[in-house]
């Protein structure tokens, strides 16, 4: 069993950045895919980006250029580096791991953390 917490979010002026943290414990981290997702108030939860256990990185075109996903597997933790943030991007990030390689249907996925709020003000 995989417990997950993030933490990082806040609110933000559009235009600011936030870097999120997801820390793990149980299983072995280094052997799992790690991605964050995002829900909006009245939307469904959307892929946003992942890291594999080799460091293969994958991001939805709508971050790319913006967002940022890292693993530290000796702090067990996996990153997400939000720059240039939009008030569009405003959502409860989550962050999820399942086997070695990355998916992004969030029916894929075998471990959720709680969520935590990002809030971009215009």
């Known amino acids: 069993q995989v417990h997950l917490v993030e933490s990082g979010g806040g609110l933000v002026q559009a235009g600011g950045s936030l870097r999120l943290s997801c820390a793990a414990s149980g299983g072995t981290f280094n052997s799992y895919a790690m991605s964050w997702f995002r829900q909006a108030p009245g939307k469904e939860r959307e892929f946003v980006a992942a890291?594999?256990?080799?460091?293969?990185?994958y991001y939805v075109d709508s971050v790319k250029g913006r967002f940022t996903i890292s693993r530290d597997n000796a702090k067990n933790t996996v990153f997400l580096q939000i720059n240039s943030l939009k008030p569009e991007d405003t959502a409860v990030y989550y962050c999820?791991?399942?086997?070695?390689?990355?998916?992004?249907?969030?029916?894929?996925?075998?471990?959720w953390g709680q969520g935590t709020q990002v809030t971009v003000s215009s």
């Open positions: 890291i594999s256990w080799s460091r293969t990185t």
């Open positions: 999820s791991a399942r086997g070695r390689l990355i998916a992004t249907s969030s029916n894929a996925y075998d471990y």
